[in-house]
């Protein structure tokens, strides 16, 4: 289920901690809202990544200051945010643009986390070579590996 963003600092902190969050601007009275709601629910069941891609709503009724620091002025208003800045708009209910940013998100995180298996991997196949450096007087380096 999407996360209901309770306060400006809420919102804050998961963009500081999250690679990708998909925010869905709101209001209780708007018929087009409710009609993609389920869709973005299911998304958000389907998708949520811990520290990676999360899903939230923001009521603009009860976080009108959130609403405004983002220039919201229809409903629905999906924004997609990287790293905590905006990166995408999609205005109204359109489950096809929806989708489709959503569908691009997974598609990086899980292509990062391919990335973050290779180099597990690799760490594991790396040995360490430990050795030491003396110098015995002028320019007499010596070296050995244990």
């Not at 200051?65 to 220039?71: F, K, L, N, P």
Request: aromatic letters at 8%; a neutral charge.
């Amino acid at each position: 289920m999407p996360t209901e963003i309770t306060a400006p600092l809420h919102l804050h902190t998961l963009l500081t901690t999250t690679t990708f969050v998909v925010a869905d601007f709101y209001a209780t009275w708007c018929p087009p809202c409710k009609a993609i709601a389920p869709i973005f629910a299911q998304l958000a069941a389907q998708h949520s990544v811990d520290g990676k891609l999360a899903f939230v709503k923001v009521n603009v009724d009860e976080q009108r200051e959130v609403a405004a620091q983002y220039g919201i002025s229809a409903m629905p208003t999906f924004l997609l945010f990287r790293e905590g800045k905006v990166v995408e708009m999609v205005r109204g209910a359109d489950p096809g643009k929806l989708k489709r940013i959503v569908a691009e998100c997974v598609e990086e995180v899980r292509a990062a986390e391919k990335v973050g298996e290779k180099v597990e991997e690799k760490g594991k196949e790396e040995k360490t070579v430990s050795g030491s450096y003396g110098m015995t007087g002028g320019s007499n380096w010596k070296m050995s590996l244990h």
